[in-house]
């Protein structure tokens, strides 16, 4: 909670809103769970809704690479699109921080999941019709398609202001704990046969 009131005030002093003097941060517990994350709902009295993810794996670089490699492609995404993604406050991709565990704060997106709703008739109705729904998926996949680079493999960028690259993929090793041998990272591939291959 700590840190992520930290975070709001630093938000808010750069944004230049001003900071309630008895702003505080409540936690949701018990946390929810997904995508191998400890995933902590943040509640604000300025009315902010963020969540704070924490990996709940054992670390290792791989791991920390994954991460940054996630944050730098969503950034990457939300900067260039109209597709609409929690931005992120924070995070650390170490250990070397407060908490002692990687983590990462962002706003927090309600949804419905579709699983849940499809077959609900009484769902669908207005503004929430499935006609509507494809056609924005048909919009952000036709947003995503124009990204375009000149290899296949992970987005990196050697400094937060530097250039935008394509990187190696994760080697089989750190994909899956079913390799035991040490493997070479895969790509980046010039073509569509060189990745399939």
């Known amino acids: 909670q700590e840190l992520a009131l930290d975070t709001r005030r630093r938000v808010l002093n750069s944004n230049g809103q001003l900071i309630m003097a008895d702003l505080a941060c409540t936690a949701v517990t018990p946390p929810n769970g997904g995508g191998y994350n400890a995933v902590f709902e943040l509640k604000f009295t300025d009315g902010a809704h963020w969540v704070m993810r924490i990996p709940f794996d054992e670390w290792s670089d791989a791991r920390a690479k994954s991460m940054r490699l996630d944050i730098i492609g969503q950034e990457y995404v ?12 924070a995070h650390s991709c170490d250990t ?23 077959n609900d008739a009484s ?19 036709t947003e995503l398609s124009s990204l375009k ?14 250039p935008y690259f ?19 990272e895969l790509g980046p591939f010039d073509t569509t046969h060189a990745y399939l291959t």
Not at 78 to 89: E, K
Not at 151 to 160: H, M, N, Q, V
């Open 166 to 184: 394509v990187s190696p993929f994760n080697t089989r090793l750190d994909l899956s704990n079913d390799f035991i041998e040490p493997d070479e």
């Open 123 to 141: 769902w669908w109705t207005g503004e929430r019709r499935k006609e509507i729904l494809f056609a924005s998926l048909a919009r952000y996949m």
């Open 96 to 118: 070397n921080n407060p908490l002692n565990y990687p983590y990462m704060i962002m706003d927090f997106a309600r949804g419905t999941r579709l699983v849940d709703i499809w």
């Open 78 to 89: 939300a900067s260039r699109t109209t597709i609409p993604m929690p931005r992120i406050h």
């Open 149 to 162: 680079f000149d290899k296949i493999g992970r987005l990196d960028r050697a400094e937060p202001d530097g």
